[in-house]
């Protein structure tokens, strides 16, 4: 019974995880909550015991690198100005390798589960991207501004959060529903998924996120060498038509208001030439700072979440922040942690995915993860981390399952 209770709360918390805006207490949502208890209610099951000494910490894939990294932690914390900022950010990072990824590595046990999973995830970015194509083509304001909003010098967000984060939430949706539209032969469901991709991708193209696009390339070009390389067929023919479609589509919004290509394009245009872009200057310049400071200081760091107090503002690339503000054993620790997730994106690929169609779209959305984290200053987003660590789940029982 309290198992079942654990799989309803948790697939609760997929489906409100990218409404992180509803906060319950200080940067804790309501879907951080539901986590929470499902731990809880796990651990008090009648597997209890041997969750939280094996799948907790002893079969835990993350605990080594967790362990060096807290002690790059409790050496830099030291030099923190606000110590209280360290340790919540510290717990949000023990969160989800702790907390979040043993529940969803000890209640997610087969395919089905983890459909269910994606899906739920899914369905708000799906939400949200309508209600900006509503807000942007039809100019239907909604009076809500948490769910879409025109700001950041017109670039699109939700949630009051940096238009790069809503975008990275809604393209981590995209290799997953292309994988949906080309494995699945109903005519109708095909039109209905790629109808959904459009829309997300519009949006995405609206938060004008030069990562993002980037990451969108990248998944692109993924998604071709995944599917050739586990045998699947791309037909010519199949191309060709999803490529018109797609066109088809895409042509809709430009009649409809050709001004919504422009401002977004005045960015996208500075990613070969960042000397025309002021935040990019800034990026660098606070990229030089913190190789100033690592030069002189390469053990311990400035304290995690406190290293804005030397630059001005965070440093966007985890790797060199981590180092900055957990020193060396820090870095190292937090490093092995993208180390673990790629390391089994590489398996998958080695395997052909076991002929596996979802572990293709969780492998994508892995690596997108890593490559968009390299560009933000925030590392520790649940919203990020906990579908791509659904690849490692995955993989986990489709290995269990070949024995």
Known sequence: MLFKLTRILLFSAFLLLPLTFIKVFSNLSISDILIAISFFTLSISSVGKRFLSETVVVKNE???????????????????????????????????????????????QNEKQIRIGVILLIIPGIIISILMMMLKFLSIDLGLDLLAYEGW????????????????????????????????????VQLILGIFIIIQLLAIFLTSSRSNMLAFVLGLLLFVIFMVHAGRNLKPRQLLLTVIIFTTLLL????????FFEKPFERYSTILNPQKSASSLERLKVINMGMD????????GLGLGNSYLYTDISLHNPILLTWLENGILGVIGFTWLYFLLLKRGFIAYKHKFFNNDLLIGLTIVAVLMVFGDMFMANSYKRVLWLPALLLMVHLKNLNLSTK
């Open 62 to 108: 993350f605990t080594i690198p967790l362990i060096i990294f807290s002690i790059g932690f409790l050496i830099s914390i030291n030099n923190s100005v606000y110590i209280l900022e360290s340790i919540t950010a510290y717990i949000q990072i023990i969160f989800i390798f702790l907390i979040a990824y043993p529940v969803i590595s000890e209640v997610l």
């Open 293 to 300: 400071y690592l030069n002189q200081n390469p053990v311990s």
């Open 153 to 188: 010098r017109g670039r699109f967000s939700y949630g009051g959060m940096e238009p790069n984060v809503p975008g990275r939430i809604i393209l981590q949706n995209i290799p997953l529903l292309a994988v949906f539209l080309l494995t699945t032969k109903k005519i109708r």
């Open 252 to 259: 809709v919004p430009y009649s409809m208001n050709k001004d």
